[in-house]
């Protein structure tokens, strides 16, 4: 056996969590030609003499509010995750992580309709008060990542670290956000997909997005709405997969 077969028998018996470069290829080509052939069938269909309800501007708006609503609780997610994770395995905060984790794990199994509603009733509707809903959801695993990847940190090369003469924030910055970069980003990954179909719910709470398709199908009865804004919110979210998995594999630090 060559020294590439066994490098990837290897990687495939530890569950290497990476992508080959067949599935970077073949995702967002798969995505790209069913966004092709919603657009042909939305482009060559009407509802019972309605157009508008299946115009491609409409169909191009409402996917690219659908992209504005997951991409901004996205980056609230992260600019509010990684810190709180990272002072959670720090100093007195440490005592309160494993209470954090297990509220985390309670919230990702919670139903999400249940908080965008309640996030609408305190706050009223709109885009605003729905990506805070979107934010506060996509906080757990992501704070949950934060905290594993750092724990999962060898102790010995922070030690090494610190003989070297480093500060705290520096074994943080050059040794252990480095080596937990991949928990990180897989959390990230697993909120921006969370995030992108719970943003479905946006046409429930007057956000707009792709949710507006499946709201206005369900009040006429037109499967055709339904299965369009179906599959959009689905490619959209397998995209935004794919584009987390590139970053995964970017920033990996190599040898991990």
Known sequence: MEAGDRDRGAAMREGDP???RGRLVAQPAVCFVVIAGVFVYT??????????????????????????LTIIAAVLVILISVPLGVALTRGPMR????????????????????????GALIFGIGSVPFIG???????????????????????????????????????????????AVPVMLTGVRTALVLMCGTAAFGGLVGAGGLGTYLTTGIKLGENSL?????????????????????????FTPKGL
């Open 43 to 68: 482009n060559t269909s009407t509802i019972s003499g309605k157009e508008n309800l299946l115009a491609n501007s409409d169909l191009i708006d409402g996917s690219l509010k659908h992209l504005f």
């Open 133 to 179: 809903a979107l934010t506060v959801y996509g906080i757990l695993p992501v704070v949950a990542n934060v905290v594993a990847g750092l724990d999962g940190v060898d102790p010995e090369l922070t030690e090494a670290g610190r003989g070297m003469g480093m500060s705290s924030f520096g074994v943080l910055r050059a040794v252990e956000l480095p080596i």
């Open 18 to 20: 990476r992508p080959g």
């Open 226 to 250: 339904l299965v369009v804004g179906a599959l959009m919110i689905a490619m959209l979210a397998l995209l935004l997969d794919w584009v987390a998995r590139v970053f995964e594999v970017v």
């Open 95 to 118: 005592r309160y992580s494993g209470a954090v984790m297990a509220v985390a794990g309670f919230g990702q199994a919670a139903p999400a309709v249940g908080l965008v509603v309640l």
